[in-house]
C-alpha cells in the first residue's frame, strides 16, 4: 500500500496552498496494509509528543470510524535549551469553551484538522492509500507552484515523463532546479502513482502536449517562452518555430 498526504489551508486566499507529499514507514514507501493504521498514527503523532497516548488514540479512531480532538500546544525553549509545552488560550461563549489552537483526526475520513487563532486559519491534511501492483509502479516529480493566483490552491508542473526507477526519480527530484525569484513559491513534488491509470488523466496529457512541444522547439521549462499554466505554456510553444525548420 502506498500513501499520499494533501495538506490544505492557510491565512488567506495569498498563501492558502496544497502540499503532497509521499508518506514512508520505517525508511519504505511500500507499506503493508496492516501497517496502514499505525503509519497514519505515526505521522501525525511525531509533531505532538506532548499528547499522551496520541498513537493509540489516533488507532481507536482509526478502528471505531470516530473523532480525536486534542489541544495544541506552543513550544517554548527556556535559557537552558530544554523545551517545555504552554497550553494554549480559551475562550468561553454561549457556555462552551473554545481553544484558541486545536487539532481534531477523523477516522471515518482519514483527515486530520489543525485550527488556530480560534479557527480563523485551518490546515487540513488527509490520507489518501491506494493499492499498486508493482508491474503499475511508477514515480512523478513535478515542480508545484503554491498558491500562485487567487483562489488557486496549487500549480502542478511537469517536464520528465513518469519514471520506472524509483532512484533515478528521486535523483531527478534532488537535482531539479525550481523557478525563482519571477514566479510564486515553488517546491519540488516527489510521488508514487500508477502508471497505468494517471495517462488517462487529463492533467497528464496536458502536460505531455507541452513536453513534445518544448523537444520540437528547442525550449527548456526555464526558458522565456515557460508560462506556470500549461494551457498558456503551450500557446507560446506553438507560436515558436520548431527548431528543425530554424537549423
Not at 521549462?221 to 503551450?234: G, K, Q, W
Request: net charge negative; with cysteine; glycine share 4%.
Amino acid at each position: 500500500m502506498y500513501i499520499t498526504t494533501s495538506t490544505y489551508g492557510g491565512i488567506d486566499w495569498h498563501d492558502s496552498r496544497t502540499i503532497y507529499e509521499q508518506l514512508k514507514s520505517d525508511g519504505s514507501y511500500n507499506i503493508g496494509e496492516d501497517e496502514v493504521p499505525q503509519a497514519i498514527a505515526d505521522d501525525i503523532a511525531k509533531d505532538f509528543p506532548y499528547v499522551e497516548d496520541i498513537r493509540e488514540k489516533i488507532l481507536q479512531a482509526l478502528s471505531e470510524k470516530s473523532c480525536f480532538r486534542f489541544a495544541i500546544k506552543e513550544e517554548e525553549t527556556d535559557s537552558e535549551g530544554n523545551v517545555t509545552y504552554k497550553d494554549c488560550e480559551t475562550s468561553e461563549f454561549d457556555g462552551q469553551t473554545y481553544l484558541e489552537r486545536e487539532a481534531v483526526f477523523d477516522g471515518s475520513k482519514r483527515t486530520f484538522r489543525r485550527d488556530y487563532a480560534f479557527g480563523q486559519v485551518s490546515y487540513i491534511t488527509t490520507y489518501h492509500v491506494e493499492d499498486i501492483p508493482d508491474d503499475q509502479l511508477g514515480y512523478i516529480v513535478t515542480e508545484d507552484f503554491l498558491a500562485p493566483f487567487k483562489g488557486i490552491p496549487l500549480v502542478q508542473r511537469l517536464y520528465h515523463d513518469i519514471f520506472d526507477d524509483r532512484e533515478a526519480a528521486q535523483s531527478y527530484a534532488e537535482n531539479l532546479k525550481l523557478h525563482e525569484l519571477q514566479y510564486p513559491t515553488s517546491i519540488v513534488t516527489f510521488l508514487i502513482c500508477n502508471k497505468e491509470n494517471v495517462p488517462q488523466q487529463k492533467w497528464y496529457q496536458q502536460q505531455k502536449e507541452a513536453m513534445q512541444l518544448m523537444e520540437e522547439k528547442g525550449q527548456t521549462y526555464l526558458d522565456d517562452s515557460f508560462h506556470i499554466l500549461v494551457r498558456h505554456h503551450t500557446e507560446n510553444l506553438k507560436k515558436l518555430e520548431n527548431k528543425k525548420e530554424t537549423a
